[in-house]
C-alpha cells in the first residue's frame, strides 16, 4: 500500500460489492469492513469493523434494486462514518436512481432527484462521485461537490479497433450520447 493510500478506506454496500472488490484490486489495498445487516423488522444496521476516524471514507454503492433498499442502506452507511468521525466521505454512487425524475413536468409531483440529493447531503456525506447522470441539472441539486465521470470515454477507447462486425450501439432514449 502507497503512503498516499494510507488514509484512504473504501467500504461497500450490499448492492454490488464486486464492484468495490475491484476498485480495491486496482489500487492495490484491502476493502474495508463493515457488518451490514437487516434485522427481522427489515431495518437496516451498519457497523464499521475498523477505526476510520479522520480517514478519507468512500462508500460504494449503486443504487440497483431493491432501490429504496440500496439508497437507504448508503444513507446509514454514511450516517455511521460521520457518527464515527470520517475526515471526508464520498458517496460513491455508479448508477444515481431517480435521474429521470429531474424536473416537474406535471402537476403534483416530486422533483425525486432533488430530494435524493438533499438526504445525501443531510445523511453527512461530504462529496459524490457517480457516473452519467440522466440530466446535467441534477449537479445543481448538490450543494456539496459532485464529480460525474463519463464512461463515454473508455467504453469507446475498450472498442475501438475491435472487430465489431455488425453490432450497433444504442441509447435507451433520445437523450443518450
Known amino acids: 500500500m502507497t503512503n498516499e493510500l494510507v488514509d484512504l478506506a473504501i467500504f461497500s454496500g450490499r448492492t454490488y460489492p ?3 472488490e475491484a476498485i480495491c ?4 489495498m484491502k476493502q474495508g469492513e463493515a457488518d451490514i445487516f437487516e434485522f427481522a423488522n427489515e431495518n437496516i444496521f451498519v457497523r464499521y469493523q475498523e477505526n476510520i476516524r479522520s ?3 468512500f462508500l460504494v454503492q449503486p443504487f440497483f434494486p431493491p432501490v429504496s433498499t440500496s439508497i437507504l442502506e448508503l444513507l446509514i452507511m454514511i450516517d455511521a462514518a460521520r ?6 466521505i464520498t458517496a460513491v454512487i455508479p448508477y444515481y436512481a431517480y435521474g429521470r425524475s429531474d424536473k416537474k413536468d406535471q402537476p403534483r409531483v416530486p422533483i425525486s432527484a ?4 438533499n438526504l445525501i447531503e443531510t445523511a453527512g456525506a461530504d462529496r459524490v462521485l457517480t457516473m ?3 440530466a446535467g441539472q441534477i449537479q445543481g441539486f448538490f450543494n456539496i461537490p459532485l464529480d460525474e465521470l463519463n464512461a463515454l470515454f473508455p467504453v469507446s477507447a475498450y472498442y475501438e479497433g475491435k472487430d465489431m462486425g455488425n453490432y450497433t450501439g444504442v441509447s435507451t432514449d433520445g437523450g443518450g450520447e
Not at 484490486?25 to 492495490?28: D, E, Q
Not at 432533488?114 to 440529493?117: F, G, I, M, V
Open 18 to 20: 464486486a464492484f468495490a
Open 25 to 28: 484490486a486496482h489500487l492495490g
Open 55 to 57: 480517514r478519507d471514507v
Open 83 to 88: 457518527r464515527a468521525s470520517a475526515g471526508r
Open 114 to 117: 432533488r430530494l435524493l440529493a
Open 132 to 134: 452519467n447522470l440522466h
